[in-house]
């Protein structure tokens, strides 16, 4: 044997080897991806239509299912009780004196259920059944009674701590019955063009500019008639422009009615025209303030609304300021987008009347719309006696969107309520605990 020849037959023999290996390796495979096939199939025979749609929404995005929360989230419970000020809609309608309770729910998780119980000598029974908003709130107008409130998250209830419900009297109130303002409660405040303060250059205060009936006070604005047509200049953040001179409305209780501390509400739909001003506030008696002693008295914006902005996210507005030295100001606050919130399906906010409110403490304010807190303030509190305005405005920063034909537009106020200072917000926080 030649060593050549010698060295061909371990070749031969290695190669037939992996030749018979591959064939091995090739049939394993073939099998196992006949046996998946084969299970997926039995699977899928097995399956019925809700397990599959099961499988399908259990990979789904946990913000994508509604009312759902992230198993491993725990959830904050509170319970509030508060005065009558949860009432939208889109018409006029009487104020209650049952307790609002709101109940809300952190992470919120819209379409939840949500049960409120009441107390009773048997244990805790069932009254009402409502369901989470965009806020993560629900809220209820029981009678009197201790309550809690529940929802449920993967397999946990998450209960509130009690709250006790009354019901409430307001120490003031105006319906706007009638075809006319009452006198002995509130006056035209006397703003002349003023060219500081504000500034409304071109407008002036005027009882044309509002009427009442219908239930409502209307706050318009409009051309002022003793001025024969003539045109105004203005300069705005060093803008020149041009506008008739105007008439506004601007009512308040300066010279009859006084507040310190409390829950203030009012239900309003303001205007949709842009170039005005919608407002809810107080300001202190006198109308005086002390330079940097807000506790002397602030300018509270309980509610502006500045018209429509044609991007369908018009937000209501809430501050409060106060004055150092040469009329220099301080100011807290924003506009508030999640505001928005309250606003029915397809609505906007010069389609529906919101009862907007703030509690004013000896150490905080509480801007809330129909009951849900979107804002709170514990710098510049008031200790002094304030007063309330209602208001229209049209100040010269807004004048160049003011346009003629929306000079007819206007401000309903359906009622306001003030509550004394024993209406502080009644809540707790608790955690959940298993369901049974």
């Known amino acids: 044997m030649s060593f050549t020849a010698a060295h061909r037959r371990p070749d031969a023999r290695a190669a037939s080897a992996a030749v018979r290996l591959g064939r091995v390796v090739l049939t394993v495979l073939v099998t196992i991806v006949l046996i998946g096939l084969t299970v997926g199939h039995a699977d899928a025979a097995d399956g019925s239509t809700s397990q599959v749609a099961a499988k399908a929404q259990a990979h789904k995005p946990a913000k994508a299912r509604k009312g759902a929360r992230s198993t491993k989230v725990k959830v904050t419970a509170t319970l509030a009780a508060l005065p009558p000020i949860v009432q939208p809609g889109t018409s006029p309608a009487a104020p209650s004196n049952q307790a609002s309770l709101v109940a809300t729910f952190s992470p919120a998780a819209p379409g939840q259920r949500v049960t409120l119980e009441r107390r009773t000598a048997k244990g805790w029974k069932l009254v009402a059944i409502g369901t989470e908003d965009a806020y993560g709130t629900a809220t209820f107008a029981p009678g009197p009674g201790v309550y809690r409130a529940s929802t449920t998250a993967s397999g946990l209830t998450w209960t509130s701590g009690t709250v006790t419900a009354a019901r409430w009297t307001p120490e003031f109130e105006d319906t706007f019955s009638g075809t006319a303002l009452d006198a002995t409660v509130w006056n035209d405040q006397k703003r002349e063009r003023e060219s500081v303060y504000a500034p409304r250059t071109c407008a002036r205060v005027d009882p044309s500019a509002r009427s009442v009936g219908g239930g409502v006070l209307r706050l318009g604005i409009g051309v002022d008639p003793t001025m024969g047509g003539a045109t105004c200049n203005y300069v705005s953040n060093g803008t020149a422009g041009t506008q008739q001179y105007l008439v506004n409305s601007q009512v308040a209780t300066e010279n009859t009615r006084f507040f310190q501390h409390g829950i203030v509400a009012a239900r309003i739909k303001p205007q949709r025209a842009k170039g005005m001003h919608t407002g809810f506030w107080m300001l202190p008696a ?54 928005r919130q309250v606003l029915g399906k397809n609505r906007s906010w010069w389609d529906e009347f919101h009862v907007f409110s ?10 809330r719309v129909d009951g849900r807190e979107y804002y709170r303030e514990t710098a510049a509190v008031s200790q002094a006696a304030q007063y309330l305005v209602l208001s229209n405005l049209t100040s010269d920063y807004e004048l160049a969107n003011l346009t003629g034909d929306e000079l007819g537009d206007a401000a309903q106020v359906d009622w306001v309520r003030v509550y004394d200072a024993t209406s502080i917000e009644s809540a707790r926080v608790t955690r959940g605990r298993k369901s049974a």
């Open 286 to 339: 006198g109308t005086t303030y002390t330079d940097g002693v807000p506790s002397a008295g602030t300018e509270i914006d309980i509610m502006e609304f500045f018209g429509e902005n044609g991007r369908g996210n018009e937000a209501v507005g809430s501050h409060v300021h106060y004055y150092e030295a040469g009329w220099e100001k301080v100011s807290h606050g924003d506009l508030f987008p999640a505001t």
């Open 358 to 367: 703030v509690e004013w403490t000896p150490t905080s304010y509480i801007f």
